[in-house]
């Protein structure tokens, strides 16, 4: 606080000397009588100045939902909510003395917000209400996740008065169930969420413009509606070839190109001129109304600094909006204070430009007044002159003194640990639905699930400020079984375009259309990794139908095919059995490097109506022109029945080299052939091109009626199925259970049988039960082990009989005999040494069994009360 003191008596005493120069230079210029009228105030100057600050009406939004103390519940909250620790007392009054200094050192500056109450009425230090969480879902490890989810999961609740910081703080765990809260509560959960995500944030304490307390977006671009900079390309010019043709001589008039280009320039000014004018109408129509309160209005939002996670350059967070805003933007006023977990701070600095001349360097004590000595932030250097007078060791030591005894710990934090549910992240928005009003534009928001179709956000834009007339709409979707992503509806044009996510049954990535009846206008974009045949892209009118391919092996890239009307029938038929005719069809192929150029075929051009096929090849590296052939087709027989021979005017070629081969008639034959093979090909492929868009129809339409919804298995609240079968299985189980349990029968019910029914048990009966069990169980017992006994002495008798066969032929046998002899003895060994460990276990706990069985008799309560003179 010594710098702190010192600048504020400079600046006292300067005060002090102009105003006594000023109170001189006035008593010398004006006349008395004038200083006396204007000493004095009258009752009517005292009531216009009433009446003037009457009218000045402080706006505050009707309907917003308030938190009150009627609305918490503070029975339930821990010890910590509802009391101080001896720390935080030493803390409080640490606080006091400070705010108490500050007050007195800067009488003109507010008050200072410090330690407000909680919602259990308690005084608690601003500093201790932040908690620092990380939260475990991935969207919240960014700010702007963070930023997002505080503004949407809240709902803004007007400070009382906007004039002044709250008197109440409440914790981030109540703000969080009550999902509302002012911009103080908005700023402490966000901050404690950056703080935990690793961020060097703070909660800042200042004053803020009208549209930014309030809310008001009304003026302010939608985010969704700022397109992305397109990056141009600058193509380098070729280099003039050396042997190049001059281009032809120009004969136009230069007076008319003069001429022209001056008219242009003119309509082009004109143009420009009613641009701006129409311009300045629209920023006079938004422009908002003088705000009374202009750099009065209290508000709070978050500081991040530079340095951590990376971040370059330290920016504003809106926590009502979740933007972020330059540090020099003018919707920022003015900073009083700012704190985060450690330490608070108070700004030393002139606002008089807004906070773009602020430096935000906490380690300087002359700009950053800090409360506590023990922060984290570096200090500046000391003088020299102040180096050279601390050599001593004694100065030394009694500045460790010092500095030990000034030095306070932050206590740690009051909140309980932030925690947000999976259903409560999910949800977000209060009662799931959030709207925004943007500058002509509407942003509508619901969670997950909300609704049927899977719609989760919607952008509306509007031709005028009014929001009248829909100019268009995008809705975006989740969950949705037919990966519908985004439907973008475009009204001017009236065309609609949905994109989607891969996994779509057709493979379908976009669809532009602007109905859905097939021989339409439209353009359907394809995952072509999705596909076998690799289609890209299908573009469709009613007249053609142009497709583009990647990645197929005889490397077609282009096919576009041409219709004609369709031949009217007199029995009513459907689009599939009277598809329409094609009279052109134009194929394009990429070029194949195991072909020569003169060989590979660069497009083809099947021309169904003049019953003729073109052909272009490719272009060698080194030829400017390209080999061309045309082929006329005829029908194999004439009128009369005869086959008609291949003659030499039913090919017209160009050939850049001309070969002897390609000249013969049978070559051509056989390429004539080859393509009207082809052409059959794809003419075929072109109509299941068309069935396919029919199909593709129709499954969009059964879709957009269906709008089914994808569940996860894991959300065991929503998927019906799942649910379902968990019922069943622990049906299953518990019937199981029942099963096991009704299998476990009672050892005395075979004997209990035997007696008359009805009569009650004596001790003669009794006693006989008991022997009868017993010998029944010996017996099993001694069964058992005969059993067990048997088994190994017969395994014993086949192995030596095996073993006897194996010497008796021991010469005579084959490697596969052996091999089945070795095998055969290894798994009698096997079994042989089981059966003699079961039968070493049965005998060592036949005996145990005998004795747990006589215990259980004793203890069974039907025979316990005969038995116990016995026992």
């Not at 029975?75 to 007050?103: C, G, I, W």
């Not at 475990?136 to 809240?154: E, I, Q």
């Not at 005395?748 to 009650?760: D, N, S, T, Y």
Request: some cysteine.
């Amino acid at each position: 606080m010594e710098v702190l003191r010192e600048k504020v008596e400079e600046e006292e005493a300067a005060e002090r000397e102009e105003a006594a120069e000023r109170a001189e230079r006035m008593e010398k210029t004006r006349p008395v009588e004038v200083q006396k009228e204007e000493t004095i105030l009258t009752q009517e100057m005292l009531r216009d100045l009433e009446k003037k600050l009457s009218e000045i009406k402080i706006p505050i939004p009707a309907g917003t939902p308030v938190i009150t103390e009627d609305t918490i519940d503070v029975s339930n909250l821990p010890l910590s909510y509802k009391t101080n620790t001896p720390k935080e007392e030493h803390l409080l009054q640490v606080a006091d003395n400070f705010s108490r200094q500050y007050s007195h050192l800067c009488p003109d500056r507010v008050p200072l917000f410090l330690h407000p109450l909680n919602e259990c009425e308690v005084p608690k230090f601003v500093s201790t209400t932040i908690r620092p969480t990380l939260m475990p879902y991935p969207d919240l490890y960014n700010w702007d996740g963070c930023a997002n989810f505080v503004s949407d999961f809240l709902t803004k609740v007007p400070l009382p008065d906007p004039l002044k910081p709250p008197s109440h703080l409440y914790s981030s765990t109540t703000v969080l169930k009550q999902q509302k809260g002012n911009c103080f509560d908005f700023s402490t959960l966000l901050c404690s969420m950056l703080l935990g995500a690793g961020y060097d944030a703070y909660c800042v304490n200042g004053y803020g413009s009208q549209a930014l307390c309030n809310m008001d977006l009304t003026r302010e671009v939608c985010p969704l509606t700022v397109k992305p900079k397109e990056t141009v390309k600058t193509k380098e010019k070729a280099q003039p070839k050396k042997y190049t043709i001059k281009p032809p001589r120009d004969l136009t008039s230069r007076f008319e190109q003069q001429q022209e280009i001056k008219k242009q320039k003119e309509a082009k000014a004109q143009k420009e001129k009613q641009q701006r004018e129409e311009e300045e109408r629209l920023l006079e129509a938004e422009k908002a109304k003088p705000d009374p309160l202009h750099g009065l209005r209290v508000h709070c939002w978050v500081l991040v600094l530079s340095g951590k996670r990376e971040v370059p350059e330290s920016f504003f967070i809106d926590p009502f909006t979740g933007r972020s805003y330059s540090s020099q933007d003018d919707h920022f006023l003015g900073i009083e204070s700012l704190w985060n977990h450690r330490n608070y701070w108070i700004n030393m600095q002139d606002c008089w430009n807004c906070c773009k001349d602020l430096v935000f360097d906490l380690g300087d004590p002359v700009r950053w007044e800090y409360m506590l000595l023990g922060t984290d932030k570096p200090q500046l250097s000391l003088m020299e002159e102040e180096d050279e007078g601390l050599n001593d060791d004694d100065d030394i030591e009694d500045l460790g003194k010092e500095t030990e005894d000034k030095s306070f710990d932050m206590p740690s934090s009051w909140v309980e640990q932030i925690t947000i549910s999976p259903e409560a992240f999910e949800t977000r928005c209060p009662n799931g639905k959030k709207v925004l009003q943007y500058r002509r534009a509407r942003l509508e928001k619901w969670a997950p699930y909300l609704n049927s179709n899977g719609l989760v956000c919607r952008l509306t834009t509007y031709e005028d400020l009014e929001c009248t007339k829909i100019l268009e709409v995008k809705e975006w979707y989740q969950n949705r079984e037919d990966t519908l992503e985004l439907k973008h509806i475009n009204n001017s044009s009236g065309l609609h375009t949905d994109y989607f996510r891969p996994g779509h049954p057709q493979a379908l990535r976009v669809h532009v259309y602007k109905t859905m009846q097939p021989e339409n206008d439209r353009i359907m974009e394809f995952y072509e990794t999705a596909r076998v045949d690799g289609l890209i892209k299908r573009e469709e009118t009613p007249r053609t139908m142009t497709e583009y391919y990647q990645g197929r092996p005889d490397f077609l890239s282009y096919r576009h095919i041409n219709f004609g009307p369709r031949v009217k029938k007199l029995t009513s038929a459907s689009t599939e059995s009277n598809p329409r005719p094609m009279t052109k069809i134009t194929e394009r192929f990429s070029r194949n490097p195991a072909k020569p150029a003169d060989e590979d075929v660069a497009e083809r051009v099947f021309l169904i109506a003049d019953e003729r096929i073109q052909l272009r090849y490719h272009c060698r590296d080194d030829y400017i022109t390209a080999s061309k052939r045309e082929f006329l087709q005829r029908s194999e027989v004439d009128s009369k029945g005869n086959k008609i021979i291949m003659t030499s005017d039913m090919c017209i070629s160009f050939e850049v080299e001309p070969m002897e081969h390609t000249k013969k008639l049978l070559y051509q034959y056989e390429t004539m052939m080859h393509l009207k093979n082809e052409e059959k090909l794809s003419k075929h492929q072109a109509w299941e091109s068309e069935l396919e868009v029919l199909e593709i129809l129709k499954l969009r339409e059964e879709e957009e009626e269906a709008h089914t919804l994808n569940i996860s298995i894991y959300d065991t609240k929503r998927n019906e199925k799942s649910k379902e079968y968990r019922e069943a299985m622990e049906r299953v189980m518990h019937e199981e259970h029942l099963r096991q349990v009704e299998a476990q029968l009672d050892y005395l019910a075979p004997f209990l049988a035997q007696l008359p029914p009805g009569e009650k048990l004596t001790r003669m009966q009794a006693v006989h039960l008991k022997d009868e069990c017993l010998s029944d169980f010996k017996q099993r017992l001694i069964d058992k082990a005969n059993l067990i006994q048997a088994r190994f002495e017969k395994e014993n008798q086949e192995l030596q009989k095996q073993q006897q066969w194996y010497q008796e032929n021991q010469v005579t046998l084959t490697p596969e005999d052996e091999d089945l002899y070795l095998s055969y003895c290894s798994q009698a060994m096997f079994r042989i040494r089981i059966l003699e460990q079961r039968l070493n276990r049965h005998k060592e706990l036949a005996p145990l069994k005998y004795l747990a069985l006589e215990e259980k008799l004793y203890k069974d309560p039907r025979l316990a009360e005969f038995l116990k003179v016995l026992a």
